[in-house]
């Protein structure tokens, strides 16, 4: 894919590509990475999804943790399941099989284990949550939607 050529500044030797696949990060001459600030509908969607999960925990059932999902999926009880986008590969498509076995619906969080963890109001770190009962949160039908 063709990306977008930058004008370089006068701290830069050359200019800056930028793919659409690679959007959120920039590339510098030297090779080092720069990570962009996430655009405002992005930001406002995450901060939308943890205010749903902080009234799920408020109000609904749900589980933390890799082996209480796959207990909550292999019962039945899953309704939802929330993966950090730094979860290894092996454990996210094992939860992605199980969780289609058990139609279950699967959301890609947009944060690492700590965004995870703290949108959860943990003081620890979290890859997998479960939600089995959304309470009087909306995150079943917004996510599914």
Excluded at 50 to 62: A, E, M, T
Excluded at 75 to 84: C, E, N, P, W
Aim: glycine letters at 6%; hydrophobic letters at 35%.
């Amino acid at each position: 894919m063709a990306g977008r050529r930058v004008a370089p500044t006068s701290f830069q030797s050359a200019a800056l590509t930028v793919t659409a696949a690679d959007s959120h990060r920039v590339l510098l001459p030297g090779g080092t990475v720069v990570a962009r600030m996430p655009s405002k509908k992005s930001k406002k969607s995450q901060e939308s999804i943890n205010s749903r999960i902080q009234l799920v925990i408020k109000s609904g059932r749900y589980a933390m943790g890799y082996k209480q999902t796959l207990k909550a999926l292999r019962t039945g009880d899953a309704k939802l399941v929330i993966i950090s986008n730094n979860c290894p590969p092996l454990r996210r498509s094992e939860l992605e099989y199980y969780a289609m076995l058990s139609k279950s619906g699967v959301h890609q969080f947009a944060g690492d284990n700590n965004l995870l963890g703290t949108a959860c109001k943990k003081l620890y770190r979290c890859s997998v949550m479960t939600v089995m009962d959304a309470g009087d949160s909306d995150i079943l039908e917004t996510i599914k939607a």
